[in-house]
């Protein structure tokens, strides 16, 4: 049986206010498990990493970056295009323009199902793509991290969580990836989802776990608490109609 909470978030605590029927309802990213019950618009996996974000697949995609920039002129819409030489041998790239006035580009080339074995780079660009300069981030005892993806804060577009699912670690940035900050996390992070407006706060989920634990986070992933299990889906609440702290849950209840 699944049912939906309406859950209001707290620094020093969880409060679960009424039952407000379906959350599918809402207009917001479903997260969590598929659903395939509820016809909800379709959303494609790049739309939750954050905004200008694109997943190039194929044999020589990640090795050759193609990229545009814009001419001087303002108000246009002549671009301007070129190619850089990255020399990776990934199948994949998740690449993200940080867009607002900034020159960065962050990219991570990867395999399209990544294993424990598998290999990812980290490509940061200053100059809106001219060049790249491979960034190298690890585990505690200097072993590479996999990286499975990043997600782009919606506040701010200098933040940005990478994610190792193969070693329960997270990786935050608050300075367009100059300096990192890597924490262990309780659970593998193969999603997480950014508040829409509070910088600060995160929620992280395992759609493999079998208890479906969900995550909560206030310091943008230091330190994580589970506030709800059995969970199916959440959603942040809808914007001009709810207050910022509520999320809706749904969960499956068994009798």
Not at 120 to 145: C, E, R, V
Not at 194 to 213: A, S, T, V, W
Not at 221 to 230: E, F, K, L, P, S
């Amino acid at each position: 049986t699944n049912m939906a909470k309406k859950v209001r978030l707290r620094e020093n605590g969880i409060f679960i206010a009424l039952f407000l029927g379906l959350c599918s309802l809402t207009d917001g990213l479903r997260y969590g498990s598929r659903s395939h019950t509820l016809h909800t618009h379709k959303i494609s996996e790049k739309d939750y990493m954050g905004k200008s974000v694109e997943i190039i697949n194929g044999e020589k995609s990640a090795g050759v970056l193609h990229h545009r920039a814009r001419r001087d002129a303002p108000h246009t819409d002549d671009w301007s295009y070129s190619a850089a030489e990255l020399n990776d041998s990934n199948y994949q790239m998740i690449i993200h323009w940080a867009g607002k006035d900034s020159d960065v580009i962050v990219a991570i080339t990867r395999d399209i199902l990544p294993t424990n074995s598998s290999n990812t780079s980290l490509y940061i660009s200053n100059n809106y793509g001219t060049t790249f300069t491979k960034k190298n981030l690890t585990l505690q005892d200097g072993t590479p991290a996999i990286l499975d993806r990043f997600y782009n804060s919606p506040v701010f577009n200098s933040h940005y969580i990478f994610t190792d699912v193969f070693h329960n670690m997270v990786f935050t940035t608050k300075n367009y990836v100059k300096t990192f900050y890597r924490y262990d996390v309780p659970f593998a992070p193969r999603q997480i989802a950014p508040h829409p407006k509070k910088r600060d706060i995160l929620l992280g989920y395992d759609d493999k776990d079998p208890q479906k634990k969900l995550y909560y986070s206030f310091n943008f992933g230091a330190t994580w608490r589970v506030i709800q299990t059995n969970v199916k889906s959440f959603y942040w609440g809808v914007d001009g109609v709810d207050e910022d702290d509520i999320l809706y849950v749904e969960r499956e209840e068994s009798h």
